[in-house]
Each structure stands twice: as C-alpha cells, then as structure tokens.
C-alpha cells in the first residue's frame, strides 16, 4: 500500500483517487472549494459519472479515501503527489499551465524527501521540467503518466485500461509508479517525460482525426447516394481500421479534444512545423456543426427563423452532464443566431441560456417544427415517435447521432434526415443530388 495525495478533485484526479484506493492504497484528495471538499467526505459526487460515486463512498467506508481543502496539507507524508489539475485553453491555442505550476510552487516545500510527482494533467510537451523548476527540489521526482479515460465511462475506463503509459528520466521512479498500477492487467508503455506528454496528444488528436475523417465520409455519402452504415461496416472489418470511435455525430467536443488538437497544433508551430493537417481536421469539425445546422434549417423550410425548434441533448455525449464544448450547444447557438426558438430536453441538464428546457422529451417537441438529436442518450431511441408526431407542428426529425431507424421514422410518417444513411430519404427528406439512374450506378439497395 502506497500513501498517495492527489491534487485537484476534478473528473480525472476524483476518478483516480477513488480508483487508486480501491487498488488498496491510502489517498488524500485536496481541492480549493470547500464546500466540493465536505460534499465529497459525505460521499456525495459533483458529476454525473458511472460507478464513481459507489467508488468513493467505498473508499470512505474503508478508510482508505478522504477529501482535504488545499494542496499543502495533503502533500506531507505522501510517496506520490497526482497533480490532477486543469490545463484549458489559452488564448493563443497553448494549454495554460498556470494551475499546475503554481500547485507545484505550493507543494514543493511540503514534498517527502524521494517524493514522486505526478502529471495526470494533459500538459504541453516539455511540462516536466516546468514542474520540477517549480516545486524547487532536487531530491524529488517527476513523471508523467497520462489518463486516458473517457468521461461516462471513467471508472471501467481506468479499472480496464488498453495502455498505461509512464514517462520519466529516473528509471526507479518510473517503476514505484508502475507498482501503483500492479493489480492492473495492462501493457505498460515506460518513456521519457516528454514521449508520455506527446503519447496523450497524439492520441487524442488522432481519434479526433478519426471522428472528423468519417463525419466527411457521411457527407460524401449523402452526396453520391451511399449509406454511410453500410461503408463503415465494410472499412471496420479491417482490422487496421476497427469498428470503434467510427460513429458520425454532430461533431467532436468535450473537454478534451477542441483543447489538446488546439495546443497539438500550437506545439508544432511553437516548433517550426505547420500542422495543416490536423487543422483540417479542426476546420472539418467546425464545418460538421454548420451541416448540421444546415441540415435543420432545411427540413424546417429553409430557414429555422421564427420556427421552434426541438433539441434532445444537450451535453457533448450520452452519459455526462457536461456541456463544454459540446456540439449540440454549438449547433445550438447558430439556431438561436438564425432566429430559431430552441426548447430542449437532456436528461442531465436542468437548464441553458437563451434555451427554454424542459422536463421530458415529449414536452420539447410539443409545437415543434423540426426535432433535433444532438446527443446520443440511448432513451432518446426508445420514446414513442407516433405520440412525438401528434405533438409536433410538422413531423420533422434531423437525427445528428444516427439512433433512429430511418425506415421505421419513414414508416411513422416523418421527414427524418440523418448524417450519411441514405435511406433516410425514403420519408420525404432531401433528395440526394444524384438522381435516381444515376445511384442506380452506386449499386443501392432498395430502400
Ligand atoms: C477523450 C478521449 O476519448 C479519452 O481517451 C481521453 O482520456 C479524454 O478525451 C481526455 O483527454 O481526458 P472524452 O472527452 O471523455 O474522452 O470523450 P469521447 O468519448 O472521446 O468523445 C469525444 C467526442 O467525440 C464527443 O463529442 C463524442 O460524442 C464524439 N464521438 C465519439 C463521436 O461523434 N463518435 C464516436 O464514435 C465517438
């Protein structure tokens, strides 16, 4: 059993406190907000998080798990100090470390002597060396070791992770660290401090690659009249390709992947490199909220002026409350720019600015001209689409997430358009710009 503080209580360091007691060692969390503080010792977690809150409250059944206000108190008799911190965007696109160094300044007198600290947040390559500037010691160590999780699903994500990745210049170090994780079965990937760092951006940048890549592939199907179902089922068998992450949605968002392929393209430049290619892949996200926006403004008539428009979900994916940088709020926005009325139901969120919410799906598309799934809640699948047409002013469905069957949407009388599944077009939504001689050339089912 190892005696670990981790700083900061936000999704990441939470899920890795009560994760790392529940590996049996002896965590103290500290966070700056007194009151997250006493909610956390009385069990009680901040987030909507599967599984995280029995987590914690296991933990501080067993002792083994508390919270503390401020970084200094929880540091003194720790092996290891998880900095845990947030790196948002700053305004020039680098990630803003100001959190983690002045939490580093503030331990650094506090620190065991042979302490090892730990990166967990998404810092900028080259962070390692800034912190252990900051903490001002030499007889401590620093080492990187990214988290990987996904919000929603953070708990499985860290008791089952594909990787842990451990970076540092003090092989020893790197090892005590690695024996915190030896209950885990996982490929453990030891490297240098500055490879952990670039180990996290790339990967995020990548499957942020992936997402906009096959959003694309759902536009250009919707153009030559294929169904976008059917291609990434045919390019996911191979292997190299695989069937995860290759789901069209709105966009990409969330905490994490506008902020670290921003400071990924940053980095490179800061570097002398023109990382055009992942600004393309920014530049691509930014035009899949526009299509979508489009797509709506289309079924309502053209243009969602004046028009009322039905919004499910709200948070950036199913099985969160958080909104930031979500792509239904960006989606969203440019309604409410062109004029829309915008009234929304998500089932983990009480309210929005300039949006009116409300308490259940069918209340939204009550008087409704089009109805929009931006999030992919899997209730929003199982509701009673007959009773949603009763509802609505117009029987319009533009379905951002691809959740719905589009032949039994047709069938219950809906114009439904989705992203890239050509069948869709059977209840009356927008014709593909090829004509009909010509798909036949693309070898389409019949619908
Ligand atoms: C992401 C990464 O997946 C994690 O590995 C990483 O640890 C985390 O960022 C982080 O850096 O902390 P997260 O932001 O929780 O995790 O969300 P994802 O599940 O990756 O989803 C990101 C966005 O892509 C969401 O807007 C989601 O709706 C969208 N998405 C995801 C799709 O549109 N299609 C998919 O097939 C998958």
């Not at 430049?269 to 926006?293: S, T």
Request: proline share 4%; glycine share 12%.
């Amino acid at each position: 059993m190892s005696r670990i503080a981790v700083i900061g209580t936000g999704y990441v360091g939470l899920t890795t406190g009560a994760y790392l007691a529940h590996l049996g060692h002896s965590v103290v969390c500290a966070d700056v907000v007194e009151s997250k503080v006493e909610r956390l010792n009385r069990g009680e977690i901040p987030i909507v998080e599967a599984g995280l809150e029995e987590l914690v409250q296991d933990g501080l059944a067993s002792g083994r798990l508390s919270f503390m206000l401020g970084a200094g108190g929880a540091v003194p008799g720790a092996d290891f100090v998880f900095l845990c911190l947030p790196t948002p965007q700053g305004a020039d696109g680098a990630a803003d470390l100001s959190f983690v160094i002045s939490a580093a300044k503030e331990i650094g007198p506090a620190l065991e002597p042979a302490a090892v600290v730990i990166n967990k947040s998404t810092v900028p390559v080259g962070s390692a060396m800034q912190v252990t500037l900051a903490l001002g010691r030499g007889d401590v160590f620093v080492v990187s070791n990214p988290e990987f999780l996904r919000e929603g699903s953070a708990v499985a994500d860290c008791l089952n992770p594909d990787r842990i990745v451990i970076g540092g210049d003090d092989d020893d170090a790197v090892d005590r660290v690695a024996g915190l994780y030896a209950k885990i079965d996982a490929p453990v990937v030891r490297t240098d401090a500055a490879s952990a760092e670039m180990i996290k951006y790339a990967a995020n940048a990548f499957l942020a690659t992936k997402l906009s890549f096959v959003n694309a592939v759902a536009t250009v199907c919707e153009r030559v009249g294929a169904n976008v179902d059917d291609v990434l089922n045919g390019m996911g068998h191979d292997h190299r390709i695989g069937f995860e992450f290759l789901s069209p949605g709105p966009g990409w968002g969330g905490s994490c992947f506008p902020k670290d392929t921003a400071a990924l393209v940053r980095i490179a430049a800061d570097h002398g490199y023109d990382f055009g290619f992942l600004k393309g892949a920014i530049a691509a996200n930014e035009a899949q909220f526009d299509h979508v926006a489009d797509k709506i403004a289309r079924v309502a008539g053209g243009s969602v002026a004046g028009k009322t428009i039905a919004v499910l979900g709200l948070t950036f994916k199913a099985g969160t409350d958080d909104r930031r940088d979500s792509p239904s709020i960006a989606i969203v926005d440019r309604l409410l720019a062109a004029g829309a009325n915008v009234v929304a139901y998500d089932p983990a969120v009480a309210s929005h600015p300039g949006v009116t919410t409300t308490a259940d799906a069918y209340d939204a598309a009550r008087g409704a001209d089009v109805l929009a799934i931006l999030t992919e809640w899997p209730e929003f699948a199982q509701l009673d689409y007959a009773k949603i047409r009763e509802l609505m002013a117009q029987p319009c469905v533009v379905d951002g997430r691809n959740l719905l069957d589009p032949a039994a949407m047709a069938e219950a009388g809906f114009m439904y358009e989705d992203l890239g599944r050509w069948t869709s077009k059977a209840g009356g939504g927008v014709a593909p710009i090829l004509s009909g001689s010509e798909l036949g050339r693309f070898g389409r089912r019949a619908a």
